[in-house]
């Protein structure tokens, strides 16, 4: 929800006030608002508020294998399309 808020802001769909209901399958919802604006390096950010109900049906454990070449991660254009 904060994703899709901050996104609009930078597309001026969004402002400083402005509520957003996200609305599931199943009918549940999440009710957003953005706060405020703060500066982040020299990108502006949003300070959303998020309020909704959800529950945990389950857990999960992430592990790093020792030998993975990219630890913290890459992004597609880091490898596709591949450059000869």
Known sequence: M??????????GEMAVGDQLTG??????EFHGKILGEKMVGETTAIRPQ??????FTGT????????????EGY???DTWPCHE
Do not use: E, Y
């Open 60 to 71: 999960h454990q992430h592990m790093l294998d020792p030998g993975d070449p990219w630890p």
């Open 2 to 11: 904060s994703d899709r808020m901050a996104l609009l802001h930078a597309k």
């Open 75 to 77: 992004r597609v254009d």
């Open 23 to 28: 609305v599931s399958i199943i009918g549940s």
């Open 50 to 55: 998020i309020s909704g109900l959800g529950w």
